[in-house]
């Protein structure tokens, strides 16, 4: 963290070790309250699972963490960088913060190679050969080298997520956040992708994960994050998550996912 | 039924897709005569054709006057005098030009087409390639336009006409306009509030007024507004009008476009740290542009035929270059034969410009669909 000037810096002995710091933050659309008073820490190699039923803000939680929503209350801390209207501090955030969407949002003019390229070569000025040799190891890390030069057209949900996955990863993030990452995929093409993500959990990664996968959950998480109502209502190691949550919300919620 | 038995129909797809023969009575069936009012307008448009071909033929083929020495022949025969093409096709392509130069338009002419012909192949469509090649083609043809060194006499533009001027006034449209367009719809869509206004504000009054209207100012009220001795030129002000008026046409276009763009693109973009203009250009443009490609292609086509319009403000593109020539008394009754010839250009510019822009779509949507 030496190349972070003072001024960005938020320093205090917590946040050398937390990756992301959620402190009281709230967020309204409109009338709506989408957020409400978010408290959350997140640190660095931690993998942490959100789940709550739909509408419970966890979308929203997450897409604030790279500022693709504008937090109203509050303070965002990523990295030891406050999230602020500073535009070089947001760009700086998310090429170092990668994120995997719920409908993938791969670039469809673009082959493979050059979605994993173009933010490698024109973000962190990358040379053309040196982006591409980086593409290629990722591509085979998520076992789709054969696929380089196809266009996202032409390959199945399964296979574009996991390249949505390689691009964020060429850009070789400190943080990885998923949103609903296998929501929009066909049950058998989700392990796949999930066996993906896991492997990732392995190396170290630092994951944010807004999921119904509670299998995948119980495999991977440090720590599951509970929402309900625009609230994170309960926060627990997965263990004790699953087999004795407190909150009666939270248990209704889990009855209802693990009952069938 | 046995069929449904083997597994995501592998064997079918082994086998060659059935081939359909349709013959030519089938086809008169399902294309001309399904249902009565198709066979009634079929009926129709035969005998409208029976009773106008066979005396359109006689006039445009058999009868008509290819070559004459002079207005004589002409006069004597019943069908198209098309002689007045052969005779008068200086002026009509080449305006008030002087005679004896106008070896350097057809120069300037054949390396236009040269160029635009290397431009419009894919393989070449590069920045290395498609910059160097028309600063070498602008500068040949306006050496040649223009002349004055390397022993040319010189030309003033206002002595330009005909087709060079068209081709000048549509290069120079098109080349001017496209990039101002794409600015003026992407401030159009602009966050910041001054930029919208701004681009909003002159999108709607330039579009709320007639080209004609431009052009006249551009020719007439503008240089009221310039400073004593500064003077720009006349055939520089149509064509920048042209331009702008061009621009906020095919701004609306392009906005289009813009908004067919799913809002994921710009967050995916924005998520890999991607700033502002990196993304407009590397994801955001390409997919737009795309999708409205037969609209800009339109506009494009459209500006091609509104370099006639300049003959309000005095300058002879091909059109009134023709106009000019039928003044002669002895040529003049044959004005259809011209104007025909110049639709013939009309139409060949037009139509190789529609047909490209067709096989621009075909290339693009290979295998590149969402």
């Not at chain 2, 002079?70 to 006069?75: G, K, N, T």
């Not at chain 2, 120069?107 to 290397?118: D, K, N, S, T």
Request: some cysteine.
């Amino acid at each position: 963290m030496t190349d972070v000037s003072p001024v960005q810096t938020v320093a205090s002995a917590a946040s050398e070790e937390s990756a992301i710091e959620l402190i009281g933050v709230g967020k309204w659309y409109g009338e709506f309250q989408a957020l409400r008073d978010i408290n959350l820490s997140v640190r660095r190699g931690e993998r942490v699972v959100v789940c709550g039923p739909s509408g419970s803000g966890k979308s929203t939680m997450i897409r604030c963490i790279n500022r693709l929503e504008v937090h109203q209350r509050g303070t965002i801390i990523v990295d030891g960088v406050e999230l602020t209207d500073n535009l070089k501090n947001i760009e700086r955030i998310r090429s170092d913060v990668g994120m995997v969407f719920q409908s993938f949002n791969l670039f469809p003019h673009l082959t493979v190679m050059d979605n994993l390229t173009l933010a490698p070569m024109w973000v962190r000025k990358k040379p053309k050969a040196d982006a591409e040799q980086i593409a290629m190891q990722y591509l085979e890390r998520v076992q789709i080298p054969e696929q380089a030069f196809k266009f996202p057209g032409q390959l199945s949900g399964g296979q574009q997520q996991r390249v949505a996955i390689a691009r964020a990863l060429c850009m070789e993030p400190k943080i990885m956040l998923f949103d609903e990452p296998t929501s929009a995929l066909d049950p058998e093409m989700i392990k796949e992708v999930l066996d993906v993500m896991v492997e990732l959990a392995q190396s170290g990664m630092t994951m944010v994960v807004v999921t119904h996968e509670m299998g995948f959950a119980k495999t991977v998480a440090d720590t599951m994050v509970f929402m309900d109502n625009a609230e994170v209502v309960e926060v627990a190691p997965p263990d004790q998550f699953f087999t004795n949550p407190t909150n009666d919300r939270t248990k209704l919620f889990l009855s209802q996912i693990l009952s069938h | 039924m046995t069929d449904t038995v083997i597994p995501h129909g592998r064997a079918e797809s082994d086998a060659p897709p059935p081939i359909e023969k349709i013959g030519a009575l089938r086809w008169a069936r399902q294309n001309l005569f399904n249902g009565w009012l198709n066979s009634l307008l079929t009926l129709v448009a035969a005998a409208g054709l029976f009773y106008a071909l066979p005396p359109l033929i006689e006039w445009a083929l058999l009868d008509a006057v290819w070559v004459a020495a002079s207005d004589e022949a002409c006069r004597q025969a019943t069908g198209a005098c098309w002689a007045v093409v052969p005779q008068k096709h200086r002026p009509m392509l080449f305006g008030v030009y002087p005679y004896d130069e106008h070896w350097r338009l057809i120069v300037a002419l054949l390396i236009y087409v040269v160029a635009i012909c290397v431009t419009l192949v894919p393989r070449f469509f590069r920045r290395g390639i498609v910059l160097p090649l028309w600063i070498f083609a602008l500068t040949g043809i306006g050496l040649m336009l223009w002349g004055g060194v390397f022993g040319l006499t010189y030309v003033d533009t206002s002595q330009w006409g005909g087709l060079p001027l068209t081709m000048v006034l549509f290069t120079g449209t098109v080349v001017l306009g496209m990039p101002i367009s794409v600015l003026l719809a992407l401030g159009r869509r602009s966050s910041l509030p001054a930029v919208k206004t701004v681009c909003v504000t002159f999108i709607e009054s330039i579009r709320g007024v007639p080209l004609v209207t431009i052009l006249f100012v551009s020719a007439v009220v503008f240089p009221l507004f310039l400073p004593d001795g500064v003077d720009i030129n006349k055939l520089f002000r149509a064509m920048v009008g042209m331009a702008i008026f061009f621009a906020c046409y095919q701004a609306e276009v392009i906005r289009g476009g813009l908004q067919a763009i799913p809002r994921g693109q710009y967050e995916a973009a924005e998520a890999l740290g991607l700033g502002y203009w990196h993304m407009t250009r590397k994801i955001i443009l390409p997919q737009a542009l795309r999708i409205c490609l037969p609209g800009i292609m339109n506009h494009i086509i459209a500006a091609f035929k509104n370099t006639s319009l300049v003959l309000i403000i005095g300058l002879f593109d091909i059109l009134t270059a023709t106009s000019a020539v039928l003044q002669d008394p002895l040529w003049s009754r044959f004005f259809v034969e011209a104007y025909l010839f110049v639709a013939l250009v009309y139409f060949v510019f037009c139509f190789a410009l529609s047909k490209y822009s067709q096989g621009l779509e075909r290339r693009l949507s290979e295998g590149r669909r969402l």
